[in-house]
Each structure stands twice: as structure tokens, then as C-alpha cells.
Nanobody
Framework: QVQLVESGGGLVQAGGSLRLSCAASGRTFSSRVVAWFRQAPGKEREFVAA????????SYVDSVKGRFTLSRDNAKNTVTLQMNSLKPEDTAVYYC???????????????????WGQGTQVTVSS
């Protein structure tokens, strides 16, 4: 029902910025909460941020608050994660995910998300 494709990853120096995009296909995308998760080598997948279906509500993990901003454009079926002041500990594969339910509330647990992209690598050098 929903297919997701991430883009925008890359290599950046500490203090730099990157913008990740998640492009979706499927008519139900605009009705779903969308989240970003990340997974660093040897670590479990971690919640990063999520946005409600309307875009009116967002949630961030404490470690990225004030540095990352999540937004969405439902007319274009896209979600964007603007990442500023990047740190080496932000290095990970970043995944976009869409919630399993229509008009669900924001959740920070990966099991709540049924649709996942392939991931995009973000590497921050010190």
C-alpha cells in the first residue's frame, strides 16, 4: 500500500547539515504518521523523530532536539528531515517508516510502523 524511498544521505563533517527526504507512493501516505529511525553498526534501531498525518505534531528523541526538524508535504507525498549541527554520534543508516494505521497517533516504537524504506547512510566525520 505504501512504498517509501529515502534520499539525501552522505558524508559530512561535524557541525554540518544534511537534508533527508522520504518520497512515498500510495494514496494512504498522507493519512499516516511518518517516522525516522536510525541504526548504527552494532546498535539497535533507534527512534529519531515522527510527524503526525497533518504535520501539526512532531516528536523527537532528546539527542536531536533543537538540531533536527521534521516536516511533511502531503501534496507531494514527501517527508523531510533537516539535520543541522551534526555530530559523529549521528552516524547511522536512517530509515523512513509509515505507521500501520490510518490517522494513528505518534509512536516511538518500530513495531508500530508497517512500511519501511531501504535506508540511507549518514556519516559524520569528526
Amino acid at each position: 500500500q505504501v512504498q517509501l524511498v529515502e534520499s539525501g544521505g552522505g558524508l559530512v563533517q561535524a557541525g554540518g547539515s544534511l537534508r533527508l527526504s522520504c518520497a512515498a507512493s500510495g494514496r494512504t501516505f498522507s493519512s499516516r504518521v511518518v517516522a525516522w529511525f536510525r541504526q548504527a553498526p552494532g546498535k539497535e534501531r533507534e527512534f529519531v523523530a515522527a510527524i503526525s498525518s497533518s504535520g501539526g505534531s512532531t516528536s523527537y528523541v532528546d539527542s536531536v532536539k533543537g538540531r533536527f526538524t521534521l516536516s511533511r508535504d502531503n501534496a507531494k507525498n514527501t517527508v523531510t528531515l533537516q539535520m543541522n549541527s551534526l555530530k559523529p554520534e549521528d552516524t547511522a543508516v536512517y530509515y523512513c517508516a509509515a505507521h500501520r494505521l490510518f490517522l494513528g497517533t505518534i509512536k516511538e516504537v518500530a513495531d508500530e510502523y508497517a512500511y519501511w524504506g531501504q535506508g540511507t547512510q549518514v556519516t559524520v566525520s569528526s
